[in-house]
């Protein structure tokens, strides 16, 4: 699935729930592991070189089961704006994806890093996947995989995601709002050719056009499908002043109990 993880580290409680999901997705292809520690200038403006060594020996003892597991595994600490610096280090290391981790109760703005993750979700090049801490019933298999698209040449990307990923999951579910379809003035039935084209290259695709407010179908239908991972691309619909990477990330989170992964467009689709 993912063969080389970037995992943004802040020595919160988040870490052994991220390991676990490291774990769980090393029996799908991951191979290699980054361990990232950025320190920012808010939180230390003068970092000293034993500063950054004693992190660096900290991020070393998280890594060492990593590495008995058969992992390879490495270690950066770095000083710095941490979403800028986590995009430039999964550019640098040809990373797959960023795990990284929502603490509290699933809210925004509690979530690892500060606003880190939603800096960063607009920085990176590959998806990102955020772990929330508080666990619901569901996350911790493959059962049920579902996608929220809009049709846009933005959302591709994350449909390709879907597609490389649904043979791992038992469920696959596909799904688009009426709402965007009033939003960009697509029809119904320009809806179902689009899923229509999905199933064919995806068997088994449960896929719908469902009525209603775009952030709250989501959440009705994944929670409904007890899904174990949601995959949302890249929004560009200015009619509706947001992204699927900012507020809707943050309903998710509140309202879903899985993982959510975020997929940026290519430069060329923005």
């Known amino acids: 699935m993912f063969p080389h993880v970037v995992i943004a580290i802040d020595f919160s409680p988040a870490w052994p729930l991220l390991e676990q999901r490291l774990i769980r997705l090393r029996a799908k292809g991951v191979k290699r592991v980054s361990l990232v520690h950025i320190i920012s200038p808010k939180s230390l403006p003068s970092a000293t070189e034993s500063d950054i060594q004693a992190l660096q020996d900290r991020l070393q003892q998280q890594a060492e089961p990593l590495t008995e597991l058969g992992l390879d595994t490495a270690c950066y600490v770095d000083t710095g704006k941490p979403s800028e610096q986590l995009a430039a280090y999964a550019d640098k290391l040809a990373a797959d994806l960023i795990l990284i ?29 955020l772990e929330p801490v508080a666990q619901g019933e569901h996350g911790d298999a493959y059962n049920t995989i579902v996608l929220a698209t809009d049709m846009s040449p933005t959302a591709s990307k994350a449909e390709r995601l879907f597609q490389t990923l649904a043979p791992h999951y038992q469920h696959r579910v596909a799904i688009i709002a009426e709402q965007l379809l009033e939003a960009d003035g697509y029809s119904i039935e320009a809806a179902q050719l689009h899923l229509t084209a999905l199933a064919k290259r995806i068997p088994k695709l449960d896929a719908i056009v469902v009525p209603g407010e775009f952030k709250q179908v989501i959440i009705h239908e994944a929670n409904a499908w007890q899904a174990d991972v949601i995959i949302i691309g890249q929004q560009g619909h200015s009619r509706l002043h947001e992204r699927l990477l900012g507020s809707t990330a943050q309903t998710l989170l509140e309202g879903a109990a899985c993982p959510v992964i975020l997929v940026p467009s290519t430069p060329q689709e923005s």
């Not at 699933?106 to 990102?128: C, D, F, K, V, Y």
Request: charged share 10%.
């Open 101 to 129: 981790g929502c603490q509290g109760h699933g809210r925004w703005q509690e979530m690892l890093l500060g606003s880190t993750a939603l800096n960063l979700a607009h920085l990176t090049r590959i998806p990102l996947w």
